[in-house]
């Protein structure tokens, strides 16, 4: 079923602690940066959804650049920026506070 829905449990006990619907295509990739404070959620649709765990997982940014389906993504070491790599091989770079899109590769050095 490719609807896009997709829900964070706790570990310790189990319990859904957030559940989000924001996009309807299939979720191809799923992150937490190095530090712990964005969660990133990649779809089908060529969209990175970014999500500010601190505030309750809110949506923080929408990286759609991307012209087909996302395949992974990475986030660099101190988790302000991500490379995203869509099916057909094209790599692009977004800041992820707020999702817009970074030039080039020496964006995220």
């Known amino acids: 079923r490719e609807d896009g829905r997709w829900v964070v449990v706790s570990t310790e006990d189990w319990e859904v602690v957030h559940r989000a619907h924001d996009t309807r295509a299939a979720i191809t990739d799923v992150k937490f940066c190095p530090a712990g404070a964005t969660l990133g959620v990649a779809a089908r649709d060529g969209r990175l959804l970014l ?15 991307h012209r087909s389906p996302l395949v992974r993504f990475d986030f660099s070491r101190d988790g302000k920026k991500v490379r995203t790599a869509s099916a057909t091989w094209e790599l692009l770079y977004a800041d992820t506070a707020t999702g817009a899109h970074l030039p080039s590769a020496a964006a995220i050095r």
């Open 51 to 65: 999500y500010d765990v601190s505030a309750g997982f809110s949506l923080r940014g929408v990286f759609d650049r």
